[in-house]
């Protein structure tokens, strides 16, 4: 199985990016993915989640109002569009697939991504 996230890079406060997870080796439509980032300095956080048919999503907190998830399942693919993004959004962010659970800890996620780095300058 593998989980290759991109799209990651240098943005200003405000802006904007949309990051892709391309799965391969499962069967994309039987897992619901999540998305996770993690800051300097600080732990593995929960961003969103979305069910494997995509009627379904959530989102942490700060996030909300801000990042949509959505998915496409005929290109094993899961996209977060970020928006009005801040400073404290910046982190490496993981994309995850879970086989059982829609869920927003890291220990339900059965397959992880090696990550991608959002900067957003101030």
């Known amino acids: 199985v593998q989980l290759q996230a991109s799209g990651g890079g240098l943005v200003q406060a405000g802006g904007s990016l949309r990051l892709s997870c391309a799965a391969s080796?499962?069967?994309?439509?039987?897992?619901?993915m999540g998305w996770f980032r993690q800051a300097p300095g600080k732990e593995r956080e929960f961003v969103a989640a979305?069910?494997?048919?995509?009627?379904?999503?959530y989102y942490t907190n700060s996030v909300k109002g801000r990042f949509t998830i959505s998915r496409d399942n005929a290109k094993n693919t899961v996209y977060p569009q970020m928006n009005s993004l801040k400073p404290e959004d910046t982190a490496v962010y993981y994309c995850?697939?879970?086989?059982?659970?829609?869920?927003?800890?890291?220990?339900?996620?059965?397959?992880w991504g090696q990550g991608t780095l959002v900067t957003v300058s101030s």
């Open positions: 080796g499962l069967t994309f439509s039987r897992y619901d």
């Open positions: 995850a697939a879970a086989r059982s659970l829609l869920g927003r800890q890291a220990k339900e996620y059965d397959y």
């Open positions: 979305i069910s494997r048919g995509g009627g379904t999503t």
